[in-house]
């Protein structure tokens, strides 16, 4: 199966690079979508759609469904109720070789790979492209791997054992997993998560530069703003906002969602969305 082209390492593009095709099949589609577990809804009446190309970013306070709502998108987990096609299909009927070579999940999960160095674990994502679990690797896995590898700048760790590197080293790591894999569909949870704000900035531009279909769940507010092409925003379970983020994350959602003041406006520099967060109770006046 011939891989997605995905840019040469190091390009980055703008969101005005990356057109959303919004009359093709969207790459994903939900429709009233729920999901208990232990007894809780999780999950209530979610609907939205994500055209292909596009990055979604999902948005909440914690608790409130955004992982859990990953993992369904993967096939992971099973919803109580509704429907989710991934390009067209129901991904709990798609086999899962077919399934990986379609979306890739980087999820929170690097002390699985403990006891293997880095260049292994990053070449696990390439296991859905043999023809068996027994095949060795295939011509295009060297390459594809060591492409990964120069993208989340982690070649001169290669061979280091992933238990010996940071938070941030390791979140790279599953990030460079997921790219080897090379999918249509990129799901990425909290991927900014242990990281430097230099690789902060380079994550995600490179995710966005991939011209392939992104849904991220984000705690950072005004990463989302500066990086999405639409944001869904959530609490308890349900969608308050599914819009770009101009639309979705006003003042007034923000304080309904996340309890905190915000102030909204413009970068005098570039124009892009910035969002300033504060206590909605500020005690500094009553100090003395």
């Known amino acids: 199966m011939a891989q997605p082209p995905f840019p040469t390492p190091g390009s980055t593009a703008s969101h005005s690079d990356l057109p959303v095709r919004a009359e093709c099949r969207p790459a994903i589609a939900v ?3 729920q999901c208990r577990l232990g007894g809780r809804t999780v999950l209530s009446d979610i609907g939205f759609a994500v055209p292909e190309g596009a990055f ?3 948005l909440g306070p ?3 469904g955004k992982t859990t709502l990953l993992r369904c998108l993967a096939g992971l987990q099973v919803p109580s109720a509704g429907r989710i096609r991934i390009e067209g299909d129901d991904p709990q009927t798609l086999r899962p070789a077919e399934l990986a070579r379609r979306l890739a999940l980087q ?3 690097a002390a699985a790979a403990l006891g293997f160095t880095v260049r292994d674990v990053v070449a696990m994502g390439r296991l859905a492209h043999r023809r068996s679990a027994f095949a060795g690797a295939g011509a295009d896995d060297h390459p594809i791997v060591e492409d990964a590898l120069t993208r989340l700048e982690l070649s001169a760790l290669a061979d280091r054992p992933i238990e010996h590197l940071s938070g941030g080293e390791r979140q790279r790591v599953m990030i460079a997993r997921a790219l080897a894999q090379r999918p249509r ?3 990425l949870d909290e991927p900014t998560n242990h990281l430097d704000i230099h690789h902060r900035f380079a994550v995600l531009d490179l995710v966005r530069g991939l011209g392939i279909t992104v849904v ?3 705690h950072d507010i005004d990463l989302a703003a500066r990086w999405c092409d639409r944001v869904l925003l959530m609490a308890d379970g349900r969608l308050q906002a599914d819009a770009a983020p101009a639309e979705a994350l006003t003042p007034e959602r923000l304080t309904a969602v996340y309890r905190v003041a915000a102030t ?3 970068h005098p520099g570039d124009g892009r969305l910035r969002i300033d967060l504060s206590p909605l109770t500020d005690h500094r006046s009553d100090r003395t």
């Open 62 to 64: 914690n608790g409130c």
């Open 185 to 187: 569909i990129l799901l």
């Open 31 to 33: 429709e009233g979508l």
């Open 107 to 109: 999820a929170q999960d």
């Open 56 to 58: 979604l970013g999902i």
């Open 264 to 266: 909204v406006d413009r």
């Open 216 to 218: 991220a769940t984000l």
